[in-house]
Nanobody, 114 residues
Framework: VQLVESGGGLVQVGGSLRLSCAASGSIFSINGMGWHRQAPGNQRVLVADITTGGSTNYADSVKGRFTISRDNAKNTVYLQMNSLKPEDTGVYYC?????????WGQGTQVTVSS
């Protein structure tokens, strides 16, 4: 499975960004996809994830500001990020999980400047 992310960049506090991650290869019909963030010097942490059935899970720090969605026909997951804060800064990694399969994208940088 290959994951290609896009949509990162530099944005001011309070701004918005939309991340996309397209999966290709041997995709199982039932899977979970999500986004994790890694800030400098910190561990990679879950931001949000979503199943093929549409069940979602969010980190407390992003609830009410971020929305994860997916297009199963395109094997693509999106992360709409609103009201961005400096602490949202980091490399955002797309993740695909199906059974024992666990794949990561190359990461996309999100920088929120004050």
């Amino acid at each position: 499975v290959q994951l290609v992310e896009s949509g990162g960049g530099l944005v001011q506090v309070g701004g918005s960004l939309r991340l996309s991650c397209a999966a290709s290869g041997s995709i199982f019909s039932i899977n979970g996809m999500g986004w994790h963030r890694q800030a400098p010097g910190n561990q990679r942490v879950l931001v949000a994830d979503i199943t093929t059935g549409g069940s979602t899970n969010y980190a407390d720090s992003v609830k009410g500001r971020f929305t994860i969605s997916r297009d199963n026909a395109k094997n693509t997951v999106y992360l709409q990020m609103n009201s961005l804060k400096p602490e949202d800064t980091g490399v955002y990694y797309c993740n695909y999980v199906a059974g024992y399969d666990n794949y990561w994208g190359q990461g996309t940088q999100v920088t929120v400047s004050s």
